[in-house]
């Protein structure tokens, strides 16, 4: 059965950092990409972060030189190192690969 399970929201003050993790099952998710987006109450969701198979990545302009996406040595996971953190940044973090979509994390910024 494909799976995502993202884990590492919470609760962190302005300028903290937070780290999440996405653990995809199935073999496919060795050779997709992968990424990360948002949804903030009332928003639309957005787009944080992409990487590929390769390792190439992409992100948002809101994150970038805060935020930082890597794969793990089994490629199949992946992890979203915030620092920085912002209030704005508070939203449901989703993991997504290869048309599928994780349950979401929450992360709070707020002092």
């Known amino acids: 059965q494909v799976q995502l399970v993202e884990s590492g929201g919470g609760l962190v003050q302005p300028g903290g950092s937070l780290r999440l993790s996405c653990a995809a099952s199935?073999?496919?998710?060795?050779?997709?990409?992968m990424g990360w987006y948002r949804q903030a109450p009332g928003k639309q969701r957005e787009l944080v972060a992409t990487i590929s198979s390769r390792g190439s990545t992409n992100y948002a302009d809101s994150v970038k030189g805060r935020f930082t996406l890597s794969r793990g040595s089994a490629k199949n996971t992946v992890y979203l190192q915030m620092n920085s953190l912002k209030p704005e940044d508070t939203a449901v973090y989703y993991c997504?690969?290869?048309?599928?979509w994780g349950q979401g994390t929450q992360v709070t910024v707020s002092s």
């Open positions: 199935g073999s496919i998710f060795s050779i997709a990409a």
């Open positions: 997504t690969s290869a048309a599928h």
